[in-house]
């Protein structure tokens, strides 16, 4: 999703903003433009395309500006073109602006200034907001009055960084519902919409809350509120090194994270499990409050919300406790049945996006107490929350989620045993066992990943495939949701996940000769039954390929991939990583893009 980027220091601006926008391009975006602060004027270089480009444009070296701003664009309004592209000027050409969100009444503001003289020469929400800025600036106002009164008028979302030709050495950022930090280092400030385009670059950094306003000038920065109140903010020391987001000799950032499983698990669940009872930081949650939860809602999307799905089951049985798992998006439309004693869990890798955030604060407003799961360390939804913990994934570049998804499981399995410590709800042998379990999960993993030549092959004799089916059966079935989001979203296979039991209720009409059909068989219980789905597939001519942890007789099957014994409440987290490979390698089969698939942004902070 859009990413921007803003610099004010000693330095030319140039390579500063380019170098940042090639940080941010795992979040996805079809155009990139930046804008500096010239002698006398504004300059405005932008495109479609890459970032890169930005290199090959004329009098791009000529720019000595060291005030400016840069973005990349995803997008909404308009299609990718240069004049869509941002920055974008006013009429006048004194304001310049990048802007990241969606502004909902454009069209009445466009309307508005139209009347008032203005013209447009883009199809973009973002230009009414210079030209706004431009009205108010017009009727005698101050360059901060004037971006303050344009964001009392703006609906929707955004985060924009302003430059004003009239004060050179100036920038204005306000944010609203979507992502913002300024680091500072000693006379620069830089802008970015996440820590990791900056941290080669400073590691303390200041976190605007929504509808403040940061104006900022080389040396000093001061804050207000939307009523122009100065407001104070200690500056936060970030601790994250600037090579943890390189390659690390992978060929994509997908596999090397796929790889760094076992540490993203062994880190995620730290010190929680030293002691005799869990060591939950982050949260404090008493006997006589869990003892009133009514119900548990856990809201995310994507791969997020499969996660939710994976631990349902856990909690209920280990906390006797209802669970909701809700796609966000959804829940956040309907009038969920939410009172102070629901607890509403929030799971989000990047903490940005904007359905989840908006479902939190929608629950929040109906006294329920919230709780964020997120992987971005001082991410908009830990400012939003009651209470916020941190998977400890590492940076998660890679469009398509994968050490994120297993951090979650981990966590949020914690979570439940945390909880049914504290109800007493479970017995203290079983939580010990889980427990047990959980620590071997990294060995596991890394179990798994020692010899994949079976995956690569499978991938090979598959990749052509049109179509693919995962099935599975419980909690074998959210992890073939999993897999089959995986697949398409870097594949662009059609795939699609079923319950086995479902098979004969319709989709098996669509079973051929040669149709590929991915089962998990982790649940000991259920195997005899998912058994029989695979044969009545088999029978019909699919190709069938299982991924389980059990014995049974395996020699009328051509393609199974053995995973660790673990109990089934814990499969999803070792059984979607031959799934992830298999969308993996499928892709690299097909030759495309593993870390960018097409249309897709890593940060999607707009709904
Ligand atoms: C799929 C994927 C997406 C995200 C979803 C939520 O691989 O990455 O489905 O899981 O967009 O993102 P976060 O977790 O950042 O809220």
Known sequence: MCGIVGYIGTKKAS???INGLLKLEYRGYDSAGISTMEKDSISVMKDKGRVKNLYDLEGINDLKGTVGIAHTRWATHGKPSKENSHPHLDNSNTFCVVHNGIIENYND?????????????SETDTEVIPNL???YYKKGNDFLKSVNLACNDLKGSYAIEV?????????????????LVIGKSDDEIFVSSDIPALISFTNTFYFLNDNEIAYISKDNIKFYDNNLNEVSKELTTVELSANSADKDGFEDYMLKEIYEQPKAIRETIGTSLNGSKINFEGLNLTKEYL????????????TAMHAGLGVKSNFETLCNIPVIVEVASEFRYRNPLIDENTL???ISQSGETADTIAALKLAKSKGAKTIAITNVIESSITREADYFVYTHAGPEIAVASTKAYTSQLVLLNIMALYFAEILESSTESRIDNIKKEILKLPEKAEEILKDITNIKNIAHEIHSKKTMFYLGRGIDYSVAMEGALKLKEISYIFSEAYPSGELKHGPIA????GTSVINILTNSTLVEKSLSNIQEVVTRGATCIIITNQDFDISNFENVIKI???SALLSPILSVIPLQLLAYYITKEKGLDVDKPRNLAKSVTVE
């Open 564 to 566: 660790p014994e673990i």
């Open 163 to 179: 430059i004003c030709k009239d004060m050179p050495e100036n920038m204005i950022v306000a944010r609203k519902d979507s992502p």
């Open 109 to 121: 503001l466009r309307t508005f200034l139209k009347d008032n003289g203005y013209e447009f020469y």
């Open 510 to 513: 669509l079973i051929e000769k």
């Open 15 to 17: 390579p500063i903003l």
């Open 291 to 302: 003892s009133k939860i009514n119900k548990i809602y856990m809201v995310a999307c994507g």
């Open 344 to 346: 509403c869990i929030y």
């Open 133 to 135: 800025i431009s009205y």
